[in-house]
């Protein structure tokens, strides 16, 4: 593995590769070293989670990590993306960690010629992919179910202006997961094959294994969103939440419109928390994969 830009790019093989080296790390019978590794996180979309846990998990297999700030850069001097980080290759930084929202950058990026060989992990691009989500959620659901082959996920929300659910619909896939989603019109894209759809909760609800919360983005909406309907019709409630169901949300939450606020209090929402938990285990497994393979 060079670089991790899709989940399309990855065989199940590949996956499964991931998930058990992420393992061997959680319970540490894996250590790695990459003193030799200089990776820069660059961010031009506002994160929490993937950040900090890709910083984390950078500091924990020993790799060099900088942070590029993109208000103080040259960026805003007007240098082109391409030419920064050709800049960034000629001055020895190896592999950048990027999010950004134009959907297809990353791709565009990662066909160019560098000064020096230069690996990417996308970090989130647009609403089209975000893969360490999608990784970290298979790990998450992996490890409560042994496998997810046969069950029954359901999907609820934003799917529309969702990254997260692209990548993790790619990767569900792969592993003959049934997928189901419950959204209201505006939030729903009925090209995708293979999917059930639906606009009544207590239906979708009544045989489902794992239930996904989406955040609605509503930074990427321009229409209107009837936030009173959302709510009374989909958000997820203490009422109901159906006994024994694995709730997972990839975060950042909208308390009070996805999910009830109080159903965040509850233990069985804990699975959110070991979502973003578990991402920092992902992450060491990519970059480990990644840096071993370019030898650093
Ligand atoms: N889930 C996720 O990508 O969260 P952040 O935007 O906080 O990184």
Same mark, same amino acid.
Do not use: C, W
């Given at each position: 593995?060079?670089?991790? =830009?899709? =989940? ?29 590794? /200089?990776?820069?996180?660059? @961010? ?10 890709? #910083? ?18 040259? =960026? ?68 409560? @179910?042994?496998? =997810? ?20 619909? #790619? ?8 997928? /189901?989603?419950?959204?209201? #019109? ?8 293979? &999917?059930?759809? @639906? ?16 955040? &609605? ?9 009837? @936030? #009173?309907?959302? &709510? ?34 509850? /233990? ?29």
């Amino acid at each position: 593995m060079k670089n991790l =830009i899709r =989940i399309e790019d990855l065989s199940k093989e590949e996956i499964l590769q991931i998930y058990n080296r992420a393992y061997e790390f959680e319970k540490n019978t894996r250590k790695a070293n990459h003193i030799d590794a /200089q990776v820069v996180t660059m @961010f031009f979309e506002n994160s929490t989670r993937t950040k900090l846990s890709f #910083e984390l998990a950078l500091n924990r297999i020993k790799a060099n990590k900088y942070d590029f700030q993109v208000s103080t850069s040259s =960026i805003n001097k007007g240098e082109e993306l391409f030419d920064t980080i050709n800049n960034l290759s000629a001055i020895g930084f190896d592999t950048i960690i990027l999010r950004h929202k134009e959907d297809s950058l990353i791709e565009e990026l990662v066909n160019k010629k560098y000064y020096n060989d230069i690996s990417f992990i996308n970090a989130g691009s647009g609403m089209s992919a975000h893969p360490t989500q999608a990784l970290l959620d298979f790990y998450t659901m992996k490890k409560q @179910f042994g496998s =997810i082959e046969g069950k029954t996920i359901t999907i609820v929300g934003d799917v529309v202006h969702s990254r997260v659910f692209k990548s993790n619909i #790619e990767l569900l896939k792969k592993f003959n997961v049934n997928i /189901q989603i419950l959204a209201p #019109e505006i939030f729903i894209d009925e090209s995708i094959e293979g &999917i059930q759809y @639906f606009s009544n909760l207590k239906a979708a609800f009544e045989k489902t294994d794992i239930i996904m919360a989406l955040r &609605i983005q509503k930074e990427r909406i321009s229409e209107k969103i009837d @936030f #009173e309907d959302y &709510i009374k019709n989909y958000q997820i409630t203490k009422e109901n939440l159906p006994y024994g169901a694995f709730l997972m949300h990839p975060g950042p939450v909208n308390r009070g419109i996805e999910i009830e606020s109080s159903v965040l209090e509850l /233990q069985s929402a804990r699975t959110i928390l070991n979502q973003a938990k578990n991402g920092v285990f992902v992450r060491m497994a990519i970059l480990d994969m990644i840096l071993s393979n370019r030898g650093l």
